[in-house]
């Protein structure tokens, strides 16, 4: 199981909830994550990755039960034509808690989906360990683009059925939910959002026999389309509905049963009427809320005790819009009007706004999620009677292509097409148990970045897709906050005094920012804590220019977009490459580290080369092309001069290399399926033909692969991640001339492929009997994996 997993929420609404039992899901890229917030004081953590889905997740929800009891499934709809229902098990093993238990095939793109327990029976209570799908009776609605909204149903065995398909001629149905008539459990009420501006009430009676739900009236008071919708019961037997607009407006409607009232009730609002069962039920718009700016994306009700009443509840409706805020609304006792009591939310930068909210099962957090995959976590103060932020998970929000660790190994360096780059470093518990978390993004972009490496500690090079490499310097303010995470003695000798950087307006260079009451303080308590707890940096401080590094120094020489480098051990030597489809620029051009200037460039390849190593002894350089060659060039005083080029083995292109530790042997992998392990000293040697000393089938291409360092000189620890997501951990050992791998169980770590895989620098790492592996992926995740050695090496 993963120590760490970064990610971040898809970017469409209805992607995110909040359950019961105190969990967050979301889908990220096409799987779904869970989160749980109080993992530990003030640092949440995600805990598992689903994977099912072929495609994005454009909808998750936690099953409700109708007890209030803590959810033990969840639901998810997909770009891929499926909806899935997911289970939880107990007295199982903490990696394998969720697993399928039903599929819908759908047939078309998923847009909408939602679910109610139609039979009183506690969810908990039909649930067993081994799996058993058996559970209470459940209703299922899935919307697609094509316009129809499906209803299932699942019996108490755990099959599910077809029970109903409600079309609306041309109209597309944008969002839907599912509830109970007021005071009547036994008839269902199904509101449907049309692309017309309308919401369409239909109600069934779940008692009687082919019962099927029948259009019973349709509202149409909005403007603009019903992005958002939620349903809430009262204790006066009133049901209040919702509906959140791309006209800035949220109404509130009424649902009740009819009573007897006096005809001179001027004031009586308008009503519509509609009977079920021989009852009569109004519809009255209750309220218009309109304090937003833009469209509304999220509406959540929640019920909280009264201050003067034990017995008495009240609404509130937390409210988010693509204008950046979210806004709590509580009925007014004295004027009875809907009134707003808090508004949180962003002030400037470039981002979007929010794509939806949910309130925590105690009311005393609020969650919002915007368009860059990030969430924002508000947490009650009742010091203060305020909101203030808290720390939220986060990730990339597009594919991550380059990651590098610390020199040591202190903090995890990533990039991603996203245009960012980030930091994400551990904080140890009392038990020692290290709870990793992002701490700072030292650029953030306007072209989406490629590759990266570090230089020597708190410096590092980044190539994005432009023609320019860019190299970096951390500041004050970055060794503030990793100070109180690990040991920064080393930090003046490496970096520039800057406080911190900014980047102009219509600009891509991070600025040097110089503070001169920062000296003043430096020594003083300004550290990021509050009572004597770490406080993570929290998504508004992350966004802001806090945390960027400036920009030490633009290196200009290539003809296309910067693809992948390399940097000697020493630091002292730059290897860089870019896009080509000539063997002109597909050189790799050699910089020095001290002058910041070109000193050499190495001609061997045609196209593109995809991944250069430098041998930890620094005697090799090698790399790898998408011309399906490999290279080796050999330090001779101050340059590289090549040794051979190789194309014996690869039929497809070759996407990653690796060394041994002790600088004998290197690997090569390819889309072809192959993975080859090359003697460097046998390739030096040009008397003979370049055979491999192992070739590795695999079953699917090879995309990264690095290895461990050096624990033995009797075997090597050799990983693989491949292009479905999967990462293999092999023992190599060489008895004699005969060479043995041994194949430890895949890491289904994620579900696309695998860009990059590096061990942590061992020597900085205080727990001896583990290896932690940390790899990058194309569905948006950075994940850290530690492998326990003891068992690691039993195989052997």
């Known amino acids: ?5 970064s990610c971040s929420c898809n970017r469409v609404p209805h992607c995110v909830d909040w359950g019961n039992n105190n969990l967050v899901c979301f889908g990220t890229c096409n799987a779904i994550a869970i989160y749980n917030l109080k993992y530990w004081p003030h640092i949440g953590r995600v805990t598992h990755m689903l994977h099912r889905h072929r495609d994005r997740v454009n909808s998750v929800q936690w099953i409700k039960s109708r007890s209030g009891a803590p959810e033990l499934e969840l639901l998810s709809g997909s770009v ?12 199982v093993s903490i990696e394998h808690r969720y697993q399928m238990t039903s599929e819908l095939e759908i047939g078309n793109v998923v847009t909408f989906i939602d679910s109610l327990q139609i039979d009183s029976n506690d969810v908990s209570s039909n649930k067993v360990s081994s799996g058993n799908v058996s559970g209470p009776e459940l209703l299922i609605c899935a919307g697609s683009v094509k316009g129809e909204v499906g209803l299932w149903q699942r019996n108490k065995t755990g099959k599910i059925e077809s029970v109903q398909s409600i079309s609306f001629g041309k109209k597309l149905g944008i969002h839907c939910r599912l509830t109970y008539l007021p005071n009547n459990k036994d008839s269902l009420l199904l509101a449907v959002a049309l692309e017309d501006a309308s919401v369409v009430l239909h109600v069934k009676d779940s008692t009687a026999l082919e019962s099927t739900f029948v259009k019973v009236l349709s509202l149409s008071r909005h403007t603009d389309w019903v992005i958002c919708m939620d349903f809430c019961h009262n204790n006066d037997g009133e049901c209040f509905l919702a509906t959140g607009s791309q006209d800035s407006t949220i109404r509130l409607w009424k649902i009740s049963e009819t009573v007897a009232e006096s005809s001179s009730d001027e004031l009586r609002p308008e009503q519509d009427m509609f009977i079920v069962n021989n009852k009569e039920y109004n519809v009255s718009l ?3 809320l309109n304090s937003h700016e833009h469209w509304i994306y999220g509406l959540h009700w929640q019920l909280t005790k009264a201050t003067n009443n034990n017995n008495c509840q009240k609404m509130r409706l937390l409210s988010a ?51 860059r995959g990030s969430f924002h976590i508000w947490k009650y103060s009742e010091e203060t009677s305020t909101w203030i932020p808290h720390s939220a998970p986060g990730g990339h929000f597009s594919e991550v292509v380059d990651l590098c660790w610390d020199p040591k190994g202190r903090f995890l360096l990533t990039a991603s097409k996203d245009q960012t780059t980030r930091i994400h470093a551990p904080l140890k518990n009392d038990i020692r148990c290290e709870l990793w978390h992002e701490i700072a993004r030292p650029q953030i972009h306007g072209y989406d970045m490629s590759c990266l490496v570090m230089l020597a500690p708190y410096m590092y090079v980044s190539g994005a897709e432009e023609k320019v490499v860019r190299v970096f310097k951390a500041t004050l303010a970055f060794k503030n906050r990793l100070g109180l995470l690990t040991d920064v003695e080393d930090f003046k000798d490496n970096c520039v005094a800057a406080h911190g950087a900014t980047v102009p307006s219509l600009g891509l260079t991070n600025k040097a920012t110089f503070d001169e009451t920062f000296d003043q303080c430096e020594n003083k308590d300004e550290s990021p804590t509050t009572h004597g707890m770490y406080q993570p940096p929290t998504e508004e401080e992350l966004m802001q220019d806090a945390t960027l590094w400036p920009e030490l120094q633009k290196l200009y020489g290539h003809g296309y977009e910067i693809f992948c480098m390399a940097v000697k051990h020493d630091g002292k030597l730059l290897a860089t490459a870019c896009k080509s489809t000539s063997q002109e620029h597909a050189a790799i051009i050699l910089w020095s580290t001290d002058t910041w200037s070109q000193v050499d460039k190495l001609i061997a390849h045609h196209l593109t080369v995809t991944q250069m190593e430098f041998s930890p002894n620094d005697k090799y350089l090698l790399a790898v092309s998408r011309d399906r060659t490999w290279s080796l060039f050999k330090n001779e005083g101050e340059s590289y001069s090549l040794v051979t080029i190789n194309c014996t083995l690869h039929a497809r292109i070759i996407w990653c290399c690796g060394w041994t530790q002790d600088s004998k042997y290197f690997a090569t992998g390819s889309r072809d399926a192959k993975l080859a392990m090359w003697s460097a000293e046998k390739a030096e040697d040009k008397t003979d033909a370049i055979k491999p000393e192992i070739i590795l089938d695999t079953f699917h291409s090879v995309t990264a692969l690095c290895f461990a360092p050096n624990l033995s000189a009797k075997f090597y620890i050799l990983a693989i991640g491949y292009e479905v997501g999967h990462i293999e951990i092999h023992l190599i050992e060489k008895e004699d001339d005969n060479w043995k791998t041994l194949i430890i169980p895949e890491i289904k770590a994620h579900h696309l492929a695998v860009k990059r895989l590096k061990f942590r620098p061992t020597h900085y790492t205080s727990y001896y009997d583990k290896l932690e592996l940390a790899s990058c992926s194309s569905d948006h995740s950075v994940q850290i994996y530690n492998i326990h050695l003891p068992s690691l090496l039993s195989f052997m």
């Not at 891929?80 to 007295?91: A, C, K, M, R, Y």
């Not at 949180?344 to 099962?361: A, D, I, R, T």
């Open 321 to 371: 819009s693509f204008d950046k805020s979210m806004i709590i609304w509580e009925l007014n006792d004295t004027t009875g009007i809907w009134t707003e009591t808090a508004r949180v939310g962003e002030v400037g930068g470039n981002s979007l706004g929010f794509y939806g909210c949910k309130f925590s099962p105690d009311g005393l957090h609020m969650l919002a999620y915007g368009y």
């Open 80 to 91: 891929d034509g499926t909806v899935i229902i997911w289970e939880e098990l107990s007295n």
């Open 286 to 288: 209750e309220s218009v």
């Open 1 to 5: 199981m993963a120590s760490y997993i």
